[in-house]
């Protein structure tokens, strides 16, 4: 019965989505859902929200979405992104390679506010020829593919770790897929957009080149910090501010001004209450049911697994399935390997795309004023579509 009250949770949140309702009353409906349902005393659902500021893995998605805002209103008011967006035309002269470039990159930065500035600039590559639902699909969907398979994200870490796979054999494995995830949004969406910019032609791609590394030094020196310093995200995007204040010459006024612009109210509710949805199913423990129930489909092992790592991340996350059905899968089938590393780590991508409980998607609706119902609708056909492709090349990798 858990986990059929965890379907009718889900489902209440979908359906009022459905009704247009705003996404904080979609997700407050769910949480008033979870505590009937389960039954969860008031005092315990006290200590749960309390968790979304005590434990710092979820206080700083918080803090961390607010430094980004403030970093990306000082980018707007010396035009840094609209000018790198420049760079970037002027380098390739490609819209196309604009638009996946810039996500790629960003894409590295391992925190759900980059999408802010992924969204940036792949709006000004595709207005006009994409609609504001294709432009969310485009921005989260390629701004997420280095999670796929990048170790500067800690699920992909906590995978190898609990499989036993090394990164130098798990990462060569993900190529194939990090090309699929790319060509999904190509064939389905980019391609629309012209290849030539409104722009003319560049007359000194090195002197674009240099540029673009002047207008997005910012982002470059959070990526150093994060890898290289092995700092947080919450003080590399702080450490970066400071220096913005001084290089951009900010004054006190403009700083202090965008001390309350940067705070976007409606953004940080929502995330707030995400974070506080996933707590609460934590609390219930109606992940640990997952293997039980799926252990009587009648399907081969391996996809029994695939199948239980999707459901697992649409519930609670990428890390929590990580954490929950690597350990078993790989006791379960011990030859697994790596071919079982990879299944898994691209099913849980997949499902990350088209969970409820993704940040990042709460953030990318905010950003482009669609509804995320519509937003995920319109990612389950290309995650579907991924889905099929891991388990075809899992089992070409057991053959080969």
């Given at each position: 019965m858990e986990i059929v009250f965890l379907a009718v949770v889900f489902g209440i949140i979908i359906l009022l989505l459905a009704l247009k309702r705003p996404l904080w009353q979609a997700i407050l409906g769910g949480l008033v859902v979870t505590l009937v349902l389960y039954r969860i005393p008031f005092s315990d659902a006290l200590v749960q929200v309390s968790k979304v500021f005590t434990n710092w893995s979820s206080l700083q998605v918080l803090v961390s979405l607010y430094l980004i805002t403030?970093?990306?209103?000082?980018?707007?008011?010396?035009?840094?992104?609209?000018?790198?967006?420049?760079?970037?035309?002027?380098?390739?002269?490609?819209?196309?390679?604009?638009?996946?470039?810039?996500?790629?990159?960003?894409?590295?930065?391992?925190?759900?506010?980059?999408?802010?500035?992924?969204?940036?600039?792949?709006?000004?590559?595709?207005?006009?020829?994409?609609?504001?639902?294709?432009?969310?699909?485009?921005?989260?969907?390629?701004?997420?593919?280095?999670?796929?398979?990048?170790?500067?994200?800690?699920?992909?870490?906590?995978?190898?770790?609990?499989?036993?796979?090394?990164?130098?054999?798990?990462?060569?494995?993900?190529?194939?897929?990090?090309?699929?995830?790319?060509?999904?949004?190509?064939?389905?969406?980019?391609?629309?957009?012209?290849?030539?910019?409104?722009?003319?032609?560049?007359?000194?791609?090195?002197?674009?080149?240099?540029?673009?590394?002047?207008?997005?030094?910012?982002?470059?020196?959070?990526?150093?910090?994060?890898?290289?310093?092995?700092?947080?995200?919450?003080?590399s995007v702080a450490i970066v501010i400071v220096l913005c204040i001084f290089v951009y010459r900010f004054s006190m006024k403009d700083v202090a001004h965008m001390v309350v612009t940067a705070f976007e109210k409606k953004l940080i509710l929502n995330t707030f209450l995400v974070l506080v949805l996933k707590e609460f199913i934590s609390y219930t423990g109606v992940l640990t049911l997952l293997p039980q129930a799926m252990s009587h489909l009648p399907i081969p092992t391996y996809l029994a697994f695939a199948l239980m790592a999707f459901l697992a991340c649409v519930i609670s996350g990428a890390s929590g399935s990580v954490a929950l059905v690597v350990p078993l899968a790989m006791a379960a089938m011990p030859q697994g390997g790596v071919a079982l590393a990879v299944l898994l780590a691209g099913m849980v991508h997949g499902a990350s795309q088209v969970s409820p409980t993704h940040v990042c998607l709460v953030v990318c609706s905010e950003y482009y004023k669609v509804q995320l119902g519509k937003l995920i609708r319109r990612t389950v056909p290309a995650t579907l579509l991924f889905a099929v492709f891991m388990v075809l090349y899992y089992n070409l990798l057991v053959i080969l």
């Open positions: 403030y970093l990306q209103r000082m980018l707007e008011a010396r035009n840094q992104i609209g000018m790198a967006a420049d760079d970037l035309n002027g380098l390739f002269y490609n819209r196309r390679i604009t638009a996946m470039g810039s996500a790629l990159f960003i894409g590295l930065l391992p925190s759900a506010a980059a999408m802010l500035l992924c969204a940036g600039i792949i709006q000004k590559a595709s207005d006009g020829y994409l609609s504001k639902e294709e432009q969310a699909f485009v921005t989260t969907w390629v701004r997420h593919v280095p999670e796929s398979s990048l170790p500067t994200y800690s699920s992909i870490l906590l995978l190898c770790s609990l499989s036993g796979v090394a990164l130098r054999d798990f990462i060569p494995r993900m190529l194939p897929p990090f090309v699929v995830l790319l060509l999904i949004p190509y064939f389905l969406y980019i391609r629309r957009i012209p290849k030539k910019p409104d722009t003319l032609p560049s007359q000194n791609r090195r002197q674009d080149a240099v540029n673009l590394i002047k207008h997005l030094w910012s982002l470059l020196a959070i990526l150093v910090l994060i890898l290289v310093g092995k700092l947080d995200v919450v003080a």
